[in-house]
């Protein structure tokens, strides 16, 4: 059992001796030991915030905008098509897969774009995304996946996957030109990875 004095050193507020400028200077004393004079309880409020509802992005109708195919991701790309650099995006999306918001993620130099997944998820965990859509441009306006393209995509879904953020698409745009078929290549129509992979 703890004694009387032992009590005591474990109080919250605990009363403090003055220092010893009491023998030198009796009314400054006075105002030190004032200050430390052992303070009331006091009452403890906590704030607690609760996370906010994201409402889906409209068009101009007034209707959710849904990202259920590469096209219309690449629709909501076309911004990027002409871009000189290379622009890496994310799309947040809630339950029904419409987007929650656009997010640039890293704008890189003339061919590359640094990602990481610590970037692309941390929007996604703040807007309470229930999925995500990622899409880069290639300014050569060839959207042929690169290898790196299909590693960083492949870090990715890995990342999705601990967080419970599913990784849906990597939409790559480019520019239409006569020797190419579509301006766009999604990786998961292309076949070039497993999406639904556990």
């Known amino acids: ?15 403090q001796e003055p220092p010893a400028v009491e023998q030198a200077c009796p009314e400054r004393s006075r105002r030190v030991s004032s200050s430390v004079r052992a303070k009331p309880s006091e009452k403890w409020a906590f ?27 690449a629709e909501q ?9 290379e622009a890496f995006v994310a799309f947040d999306l809630n339950s029904k897969n419409n987007i929650i ?19 692309v998820f941390r ?17 050569s306006g060839d959207p ?6 299909v590693r960083i995509t492949r870090q990715l879904l890995e990342a999705g996957k601990i967080l419970g953020i599913s990784v849906l698409d990597h939409v790559v745009i480019g520019r239409p030109a ?3 078929r579509q301006s766009h290549v ?5 076949g070039l990875i497993d999406f639904t992979a556990k």
Request: with cysteine.
């Open 1 to 15: 059992m703890q004694n009387a004095e032992s009590v005591s050193q474990l109080s919250l507020f605990k009363a």
């Open 47 to 73: 704030r607690v915030e609760l996370p906010q509802v994201r409402e889906p992005q409209t068009n101009a109708a007034g209707i959710a905008i849904p990202a259920r195919t590469p096209e219309s991701i």
């Open 77 to 85: 790309c076309a911004d990027l098509a002409t871009s000189a650099q």
């Open 101 to 119: 918001d656009r997010r640039l993620v890293t704008l890189g130099i003339l061919d590359s774009s640094l990602v990481h997944p610590r970037e």
């Open 123 to 139: 929007g996604a965990i703040l807007n309470n995304a229930a999925a995500i859509v990622v899409a880069h441009n290639h300014p």
């Open 144 to 149: 042929t996946p690169s290898a790196e393209d």
């Open 178 to 180: 006569p020797d190419r």
């Open 186 to 190: 999604s990786l998961r129509e292309a």
